[in-house]
């Protein structure tokens, strides 16, 4: 299975952008990368998923490296709901076996 | 359109006793997926389930473990003889449609805390 690598714990201020990077670089040619967030108490919440190409959505873009080794997922201005743990993570062979592992702690100052 | 709906929220067993935790999935889809967080833990996946039918159980340990969804009303992940090591949070998780390809989101609940004393 593909291995990711996020930090731990990140920063940001209100009302500015926020990037947070993933390594995948195990990650196979058809595996398409996914963003979850959860905050406290609460389930999974899909963020946004890509394969090679840079994505936009409502909530989020997801900015993926030319070699697919590396992506990066950007809030363009954190708010205090944006408080929560991002999961980058490549599926197992299919898109709905996914394994969490910690994370980024994403913690927004007002 | 309600979300994915899990009961209990909370859950509190002894060693050897049963747990049965729902999921009703959202309106008008018929996949559901159940992942299981162990403290200090990523949620990982355990069991995938269309209407009356295991898809992929792969992920289920392989006894005290079921999983079922009826024809009608909600899945249930049974849990057979509890241990303490069975105390998590449990989340369902649902999708209109098999997931493949570009199809990418899963929508899950709020999670079945379990704790086993």
């Known amino acids: 299975d593909a291995k990711t690598t996020q930090p731990n714990s990140m920063e940001s201020n209100e009302e500015e952008p926020v990037h947070l990077p993933c390594n995948h670089s195990t990650i196979s040619g058809t595996d398409y990368i996914h963003w979850y967030r959860q905050l406290p108490s609460q389930g999974p919440e899909y963020v946004i998923h890509g394969l090679t190409s840079n994505v936009n959505n409502r909530m989020a873009s997801l900015a993926i490296a030319e070699d697919r080794k590396s992506s990066t997922l950007i809030l363009h201005r954190a708010t205090l709901r944006d408080a929560a743990v991002y999961y980058c993570i490549p599926p197992a062979g299919s898109n709905y076996k996914l394994t969490f592992g910690k994370g980024t702690l994403l913690t927004v100052n007002p | 359109n309600a979300g994915v709906m899990q009961n209990p929220r909370h859950l509190v067993r002894r060693r050897g006793q049963e747990a049965r935790l729902r999921c009703s999935p959202m309106?008008?889809?018929?996949?559901v997926y159940w992942y299981r967080q162990l403290p200090e833990e990523g949620l990982k996946f355990m069991v995938y389930l269309q209407k009356e039918n295991i898809i992929d159980e792969s992920g289920m340990p392989k006894e005290r473990f079921s999983a079922e969804f009826p024809k009608e009303g909600p899945s249930i992940l049974r849990i057979q003889q509890v241990v303490r090591g069975d105390s998590a949070a449990y989340f369902c998780?649902?999708?209109?449609?098999?997931?493949?390809?570009?199809?990418?989101?899963?929508?899950f609940g709020e999670g079945s805390r379990l704790t086993v004393l």
């Open positions: 309106k008008g889809h018929s996949h």
């Open positions: 998780a649902s999708s209109p449609q098999r997931l493949a390809g570009d199809t990418g989101e899963l929508f």
